[in-house]
């Protein structure tokens, strides 16, 4: 069952990224051109999303396990670190140069466009440096 939940969650999801314009780079990169020919409406889209999300992690804050009974894993921590910043930092650039970020590359890597099965694989990269810098960081 949480296969298929986990399913339906990122099908769902994909679908929003598909309608919102998430997923094309064009829009992404006209909302972050604020010094241009801003286009303010992912800024909705992300309203939206910050609306929807707020409530549903109050009430997820409040429970020690998940409707489907697996363990509730919610970020403890608060600090902000330097990682924690390198790693904000990387993402927003990336996300700006490409103009496209991991959920919506995902959801149009099979549509045959060479640039998003580029990012992705950087993406993927950069993931397994992570891992192996984690790994080290660990010993």
């Known amino acids: 069952m949480r296969k298929l939940a986990s399913f339906a969650a990122g099908l769902l999801f994909g679908q929003g990224l598909l309608l919102s314009g998430m997923a094309n780079p064009a829009k992404v990169i006209g909302f972050l051109d604020l010094a241009g020919a801003w286009d303010p ?3 909705l889209v992300m309203a939206g999303a910050i609306g ?3 409530p549903a992690f109050a009430w997820a804050r409040r429970r020690d396990r998940a409707l489907l009974d697996a ?3 919610l970020p403890r921590t608060r600090e902000l670190d330097g990682r924690l910043i390198a790693g904000s930092l ?3 650039i990336g996300w700006g140069v490409a ?3 991991p959920g919506p590359a995902v959801a149009v890597l099979l549509g045959g466009h060479w640039q998003i099965a580029l990012f992705v694989l ?4 950069g ?3 992570f891992s192996a810098l984690e790994r080290r960081r660990a010993c």
Request: proline residues 5%; contains cysteine; hydrophobic residues 60%.
């Open 90 to 92: 990387s993402f927003g």
């Open 41 to 43: 409406s992912l800024a």
């Open 71 to 73: 363990p509730m894993r």
């Open 127 to 129: 993931m397994l440096l």
């Open 52 to 54: 929807t999300a707020l």
């Open 99 to 101: 103009g496209i970020c």
């Open 122 to 125: 950087a993406m993927l990269g």
